[in-house]
């Protein structure tokens, strides 16, 4: 039984970090009721859990807790994304040019449009990005909350990259 003074511990320590928890649950859902469903569902398990926290990244040990969370409830309430399984060798991507005309995309995009990108991309794409440039997350800490290598943050994060400059490319082409 957790007693007032764990409650209140676990309060300071957890509670700045309940907006990078819902914006996570947020975009892995893609619906505001089901994020703060599991947003709730995390922050109980965290609770459950603080007594065993080891120290470290609070936020990090929060987010990994609110992604097993999300794709737990995803698994049991919703089909699962087109698998995006693939073989490093025949996917590798080298990025060229500038990132001039990626700037330009952004640019011109509004947020409803890259909202719209972003939430098109498969989960193990919008998670790192997600993480990354809305969370500020280093590809270390990625790599801790996803449980997966560094190099498969950024062979992953280049992929969301690319697929989110490509969505954008052509759904501004389409408004031009």
């Known amino acids: 039984m957790h007693g007032t003074a764990t409650r209140e511990r676990f309060e300071e320590a957890v509670l700045p970090h309940l907006d990078a928890a819902y914006s996570l649950a947020r975009w892995l859902t893609r619906n505001d009721e089901d994020a703060q469903d599991v947003t709730q569902e995390s922050f109980l398990r965290a609770f459950r859990f603080f007594d ?3 120290g470290g990244n609070m936020r990090a040990w929060l987010l990994t807790i ?3 969370t999300c794709y737990t409830w995803l698994s049991r309430n919703r089909a699962p994304d087109f698998a995006v399984e693939f073989a490093e060798e025949l996917h590798s991507e080298v990025l060229s040019g ?3 005309p990626e700037i330009q995309v952004l640019a011109n995009a509004d947020k409803e449009t890259v909202r719209r990108a972003l939430s098109e991309l498969p989960e193990i794409f919008r998670e790192v990005l997600v993480l990354r440039e809305m969370e500020g997350m280093s590809y270390k800490e990625i790599a801790d909350v ?3 290598s560094l190099g498969t943050v950024m062979s992953r994060l280049a992929r969301a990259r690319t697929r989110l400059r490509e ?4 759904a501004l082409g389409k408004e031009s």
Do not use: E, H, K, P
């Open 52 to 54: 065993g926290y080891q």
């Open 66 to 68: 609110v992604r097993n």
């Open 98 to 100: 500038s990132a001039d």
């Open 146 to 148: 996803a449980s997966v």
């Open 167 to 170: 969505s954008l490319g052509a």
